[in-house]
């Protein structure tokens, strides 16, 4: 089992930026791949970014490449997304998820019915 509490959510100005982190608790962080999805008001959730278990493969949606950056630190059970050149059609709660690759230190994942464990939520905002 894992729990996941996201942080650093608030409402910034288009152009500006931003950074959201997710901590897991428990000792098996590193045996995780992890995710940052998006919901905004009325719209489905959607993929943002995701990271392998080293950390060494990223994949990112379309929208959001070259502007955010998702990144993890195992020592401290810590994933980041890292979100510059905010635009108002970024806002959103952004949430994290887990999911557990047994083997695989290389694999990213997209669909959100492939993770196993999600956030309550980070609410994100970015005025015009």
């Known amino acids: 089992q894992v729990q996941l509490v996201e942080s650093g959510g608030g409402l910034v100005q288009a152009g500006g930026s931003l950074r959201v982190s997710c901590t897991a608790s428990?000792?098996?962080?590193?045996?995780?791949?992890m995710g940052w999805f998006r919901q905004a008001p009325g719209k489905e959730r959607e993929f943002v970014a995701a990271?392998?278990?080293?950390?060494?493969?990223?994949v990112y949606a379309g929208s959001v490449k070259g502007r955010f950056t998702i990144s993890r630190d195992n020592a401290k059970n810590t994933v980041y997304l890292q979100m510059n050149s905010l635009k108002p059609e970024d806002t959103a709660v952004y949430y994290c998820?887990?999911?557990?690759?047994?083997?695989?230190?290389?694999?990213?994942?997209?669909?959100?019915?492939?993770?196993?464990?999600w956030g309550q939520g980070t609410r994100v905002t970015v005025s015009s």
């Open positions: 998820a887990a999911k557990l690759v047994p083997v695989s230190l290389y694999r990213t994942y997209f669909a959100a019915s492939d993770y196993d464990y």
């Open positions: 428990g000792r098996t962080f590193s045996s995780y791949a």
């Open positions: 990271i392998s278990k080293n950390g060494i493969n990223t």
